[in-house]
């Protein structure tokens, strides 16, 4: 699973039940059921709450599939501010999707 976050991709699991989540876990905590599968985040999502420190940027990213994780974003955002996942090494990291 980890491999996935090199390449810049979020696996996240997915339930029968229609529940996403990112933390792997045997079963699903809506449900409780266990037929799950990972799937690929299409890697878009919004920022839910953010943390700034020193020159970064550190959020609660509210993904498109559903669920939220952790992670850097890039630069400058707010609360509600689309992003998208950047190509990375290793810790998934975002930046924001400018307005058109
Ligand atoms: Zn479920």
Request: charged share 30%; proline share 5%.
């Amino acid at each position: 699973m980890y491999e996935e976050f090199k390449s810049g991709k979020i696996p996240y699991i997915h339930c029968s039940c229609g529940h996403n989540f990112f933390y792997p876990r045997d079963r699903c905590p809506k449900c409780h059921g266990s037929s799950l599968e990972v799937r690929i985040s299409s890697g878009e999502g919004t920022v839910f709450s953010f943390t700034e420190f020193g020159q970064g940027v550190y959020a609660i990213i509210e993904m498109k599939e559903g669920f939220r994780l952790y992670a850097n974003v890039r630069g400058k955002v707010k609360i509600g501010d689309k992003v998208r996942v950047i190509p990375g090494n290793g810790r998934p990291e975002f930046e924001k999707v400018e307005d058109k």
